[in-house]
C-alpha cells in the first residue's frame, strides 16, 4: 500500500477531531495485531478475568518512552500474579509493523506489542504524547489516563521519580478504590498523524523539495540520522512528516538545534541557530501540512558512514566491553561513570590534528572523556599539580550533537611514546541492555606542527549548594602565566547547572565578557568555537561565573532536599569552565 493511500485510509478511519474518549469509557471491542506473531490481539478476551489492565502507548524512538520501558517490564513482573494484564501499542505514524516489532525484542520487552495503524485508538483515547497509560478496571472501563511518573521527561532524567502516578493507579484500581488522580499530562513526544494535518495546500507554501529540505540538511541532519545522537531521523521528506508536531515544538521552544550561547551571529564558528527566514519557512510548512512538492527529492547531503573525520590513521577502543543493563539498581540511582583504559600503548611521539569520540552504543551513554596517560602513570595521580588540573590530561570528549575536533593547519594535539588512553564513559540505562566498546579515531597531522593544543580546566571543587537554593554562585579563576591563544570554550555542570559565564581580564584593563550560556543544559554541552583564536597576554585571568538551581523548582534536580557537593555522579556537581588554547 502506497503512503499516500494509506494516509487516504487513515483520513477515513479517523474518529472525529472531538472524539476524546472521557474517563469511564468502555473499551470492550479494542482488537489489534500483536507485532511480533501478527495475531490479532482482543482485549475481551486476552485480559478476560484480569483485575486490571495497563495499555501503555509507546514507540521505538522516543527517548522518554525508552526511558520507561524497565519500568513497565517490572510493573508487569510485580503485579501479574495480582491479576494484572498490562499491553503495549505502537500507534507512531514513524514506525512500521516490522520496525515495532523489532523494538519489541530488541528491548526485550515481556509484555505483548500491539500495532494501531494510523493512531486511531490512540486519538479515541486522547493520546498526544509518548508514553501514556491508560488503567481499565475489570470491566474494561477506561479508570486512569496519562503518564507513568515524573522521572523521565524531554531534558529530565530523575534518579527516581516523585510521583508513581501509574502504579498509584494499578493498585489502586487491583484494590477496587477509586483512583484519587485520574488524569494527568503526558511528558514525552508528541504524535502526529495524518488527519491532524490541513486539507488543501495554499499556492505559496513552502515545500520540503522546494526550500524545505536544505534548511533541514543544513540545520538538523549531522545529528537526525541513523547511527547518530539523535533519537530518529530527518532525511527524507516522510521522516520529517511524521515527527510534524514534535518538530514544531523545539523550534518555538529554542531547544532545536541545541545551541546556547547568547553572542553576536557569526562569533562562534560552530554556532547552530536557525535565522528567522529560516526558521519561518520551516513553520510555515509545518502549517501547511508538510507539503512535498513537485518533481524529485533534492539530493541528499552525503555523510562518511561511521566517522565524520573520515576514515582514521588509528582507531582505539576501549581494553574491555562494558554491560550496560536495562536498568541500575532498579533505577534508584544512576549508573556510575566507567573508568575503562584501552590496550593500545604509543609506539612513538603522534601529533594529532583530528579526533573523533565515537560511541558504540549512543542511546545508553551521556558523555565519554578520553585522558591521555602518560607511560609509568595512574589516573588521576599525574594531574596533581598540572596547571591546567584536570584538562591538562584530556585528549577529547563526546557529548551528544557535538562535533569532531578538527585542528587548523599547524596546531595538533600531542601522544607522547607509552602512553595509553582511557575511557571516562558516563552511561544512561533506558530499558534496554547493551554491551558497549566505543573507540576513538585518530588522523595524524601531515604537515609540520607549530602549536601545541592544550586543554585548560578553570574549576572550583570547593562548593556547597544548599537544599533548596535555587540560585547558588560559585566561581573559578585561573591566571595564564605565560601568553597563550584561546581556541574554544566549553561549560561543565550537572543536573543543577543554571547559568555559566567566561570573564577575561587582562592587567590594567577592563574585565571582557568571553562567553554567556543564560540556559545551560547538561544535556547538551557544546564546546565553542571562537572564528577568530583570542590572543592574551601573561598574567591574563580567566574567570568562570556559575549559578546552580537546588530547588524544587528544577525539574532536572535529583533531590532538592540534599545539600550537593563535589562529586563525579551526575546527582552531584561539578563547576569547569574548560578551554582549549596554545602558546605562542
Not at 239 to 265: C, K, Q, S
Not at 381 to 405: E, K, T
Request: hydrophobic share 40%.
Amino acid at each position: 500500500m502506497t503512503p499516500t493511500l494509506i494516509a487516504a485510509v487513515c483520513l477515513f478511519l479517523s474518529p472525529c477531531a472531538e472524539t476524546k474518549a472521557p474517563l469511564g469509557a468502555q473499551l470492550t471491542d479494542l482488537m489489534l495485531p500483536e507485532v511480533v506473531s501478527g495475531k490479532p490481539w482482543r482485549l475481551a478476551d486476552k485480559a478476560h478475568g484480569a483485575k486490571a489492565t495497563v495499555l501503555a502507548f509507546i514507540d521505538s524512538s522516543c527517548p522518554v518512552c525508552q526511558n520507561h520501558l524497565a519500568g513497565l517490564n517490572k510493573l508487569k513482573l510485580e503485579f501479574e500474579e495480582k491479576g494484572l494484564q498490562l499491553v503495549g501499542i505502537n500507534s507512531h505514524p514513524a514506525d512500521t509493523l516490522e520496525e515495532a516489532a523489532q523494538h519489541a525484542l530488541r528491548a526485550k520487552l515481556n509484555f505483548p506489542v500491539l500495532r494501531d495503524e494510523c493512531g486511531v485508538w490512540a486519538r479515541k483515547l486522547a493520546v498526544d504524547r509518548l508514553p501514556c497509560v491508560l488503567v481499565l478496571d475489570q470491566g474494561f472501563v477506561v479508570r486512569y489516563r496519562g503518564r507513568i511518573d515524573d522521572q523521565f521527561a524531554p531534558g529530565v532524567a530523575r534518579s527516581k521519580p516523585t510521583t508513581r502516578d501509574l502504579l498509584d493507579a494499578v493498585t489502586a484500581v487491583l484494590d477496587n478504590r477509586q483512583v484519587a488522580r485520574s488524569w494527568t499530562d503526558t511528558l514525552g513526544c508528541l504524535l502526529t498523524f495524518p488527519a491532524q494535518r490541513p486539507g488543501p495546500v495554499a499556492a505559496n507554501a513552502p515545500t520540503w523539495n522546494g526550500e524545505v529540505a536544505s534548511i533541514v540538511q543544513r540545520a538538523c541532519q549531522d545529528c537526525h540520522r541513523p547511527g547518530e545522537a539523535a533519537p530518529f531521523s530527518l532525511l527524507a521528506h516522510d521522516d520529517a512528516a511524521a515527527w510534524a508536531d514534535m518538530i514544531r515544538e523545539v523550534i518555538n521552544a529554542g531547544r532545536m538545534p541545541p545551541w546556547h550561547a547568547d553572542a553576536p551571529a557569526g562569533h562562534f564558528a560552530n554556532e547552530r541557530i536557525l535565522n528567522s527566514k529560516d526558521k519561518a519557512t520551516l513553520l510555515s510548512w509545518l502549517d501547511a501540512g508538510c507539503p512535498k512538492g513537485t518533481g524529485s527529492e533534492p539530493k541528499p547531503r552525503s555523510f562518511v558512514e561511521g566517522w565524520r573525520i573520515g576514515q582514521p590513521d588509528k582507531i582505539i577502543k576501549m581494553g574491555k566491553p562494558v554491560n550496560v543493563p536495562a536498568q541500575f539498581l532498579l533505577g534508584l540511582a544512576g549508573m556510575p561513570y566507567q573508568y575503562v583504559p584501552a590496550d593500545t600503548v604509543m609506539d612513538e611521539d603522534r601529533w594529532v590534528s583530528e579526533i573523533e569520540v565515537r560511541p558504540q552504543s549512543r542511546a545508553q551513554i551521556h558523555h565519554i572523556i578520553v585522558y591521555i596517560i602518560p607511560e609509568g602513570k595512574k589516573f588521576p595521580d599525574f594531574l596533581r599539580g598540572n596547571s591546567d588540573g584536570i584538562g591538562g590530561g584530556m585528549l577529547s570528549a563526546y557529548v551528544p550533537g557535538d562535533l569532531p575536533v578538527i585542528y587548523p593547519e599547524g596546531q595538533a594535539k600531542k601522544l607522547p611514546k607509552g602512553a595509553k588512553l582511557l575511557f571516562e564513559v558516563h552511561y544512561t540505562p533506558n530499558g534496554t541492555p547493551v554491551t558497549d566498546c566505543s573507540s576513538v579515531g585518530l588522523k595524524f597531522a601531515k604537515g609540520p606542527v607549530k602549536h601545541e593544543v592544550r586543554t585548560r580546566a578553570v574549576m572550583n571543587r570547593r562548593f556547597a549548594i544548599p537544599a533548596g537554593d535555587s540560585n547558588h554562585e560559585v566561581r573559578s579563576s585561573k591566571v595564564f602565566e605565560k601568553g597563550a591563544v584561546i581556541i574554544t570554550m566549553s561549560p561543565h555542570m550537572h543536573l543543577r547547572g543554571k547559568d555559566f559565564a567566561f570573564d577575561l581580564t587582562v592587567p590594567g584593563q577592563p574585565t571582557v565578557p568571553l562567553l554567556r550560556v543564560p540556559h545551560y543544559d547538561f544535556n547538551w554541552q557544546e564546546t565553542y568555537t571562537l572564528v577568530k583564536p583570542l590572543q592574551v597576554p601573561p598574567g591574563s585571568r580567566i574567570d568562570c561565573l556559575a549559578h546552580f538551581d537546588n530547588s524544587s523548582g528544577n525539574p532536572a534536580n535529583p533531590d532538592a532536599t540534599k545539600e550537593v557537593r563535589w562529586g563525579d555522579m551526575t546527582w552531584q556537581e561539578m563547576m569547569i569552565g574548560f578551554m582549549d588554547y596554545y602558546v605562542p
